[in-house]
């Protein structure tokens, strides 16, 4: 019985020095490289010391308690708010992660400013110019994977770090979202004037007929 409460004591301490290097390395405060004093342990003896022991933790973790170490880590680990958790702070987190100083983004920008110009100038043109224009938008949102996995293979040549992740949410954000936002805003452009011609040709079938009823009106009062 004596036995049986000396493992459970010893148990115990493990689990509570467990938890303790836990909250350490949490708060930045790890013990693996710090000793107490403020000075760094030397890497060799670190691993000379994990030789020792090692055998040792093994055995130990066959204990029903280190379970309960285990849960209680998870339990500090998963209380702690790491990295963003609402949509805002993901989208400050993503426009945070690019350089907007470097050529690539400048030039990106640039490319859109472009095409809005270009987007604003052929709404007053010819219809023809503006479906080719949103035709040529058109490709570029369908090129979007390719141009994306040929800019992850070589965004050393261009930029500053790798905004093409295999996911391509840089791509869809900064590049397809803006094209696909123009392109809509010529289509509800040429919906309108589509409306605006047919109240027109509404509008001048009425008064053709209209017109066509004074001619037959004028041409029978000749007659009478």
Same mark, same amino acid.
């Given at each position: 019985?004596?036995?049986?409460? *000396? ?8 689990? #509570? ?28 003896? =670190? ?6 022991g090692f055998y040792d933790v093994e055995d130990e973790m066959d204990s029903p308690l280190m379970g309960m170490a285990d849960s209680v ?18 989208? /400050? ?27 604003? $100038? ?15 938008l058109g490709i570029i949102v369908r090129l979007a994977e390719q141009l994306n996995q040929l800019g992850n293979s070589r965004w050393r040549?261009?930029?500053? /770090?790798?905004?093409?992740?295999? &996911? ?7 590049? %397809?979202?803006? =094209?696909?936002? $123009? %392109? ?7 919906? /309108?004037? #589509?409306? &605006? ?5 509404? *509008? ?6 209209? &017109? #066509?009823?004074?001619?037959? #009106?004028? *041409?029978? *009062?000749?007659?009478?």
């Amino acid at each position: 019985m004596a036995s049986l409460f *000396k493992s459970l004591s010893e148990d115990m301490e493990k689990i #509570a020095q467990v938890v303790e290097e836990g909250t350490k390395i949490i708060f930045g405060k790890s013990s693996l490289h710090d000793d107490p004093s403020g000075e760094n342990v030397d890497s060799n003896d =670190l691993h000379d010391g994990d030789e020792d022991g090692f055998y040792d933790v093994e055995d130990e973790m066959d204990s029903p308690l280190m379970g309960m170490a285990d849960s209680v880590i998870s339990d500090i680990m998963s209380s702690q708010n790491v990295g963003p958790q609402t949509t805002m702070e993901n989208i /400050q987190a993503f426009f945070s992660a690019i350089t907007w100083g470097e050529p690539f983004i400048s030039c990106l920008l640039a490319f859109h400013m472009v095409v809005i110009v270009t987007a604003y $100038i052929l709404i007053r043109k010819d219809i023809y110019l503006r479906m080719g224009f949103m035709i040529f938008l058109g490709i570029i949102v369908r090129l979007a994977e390719q141009l994306n996995q040929l800019g992850n293979s070589r965004w050393r040549d261009f930029a500053t /770090q790798n905004y093409f992740d295999k &996911n391509g949410i840089f791509m869809g954000i900064m590049i %397809c979202a803006p =094209l696909l936002v $123009i %392109c809509f805003v010529m289509l509800v452009s040429l919906i /309108q004037e #589509a409306k &605006n011609l047919l109240v027109d040709v509404k *509008k001048m079938k009425i008064q053709a007929k209209e &017109n #066509a009823k004074k001619t037959t #009106a004028e *041409k029978r *009062k000749k007659r009478d």
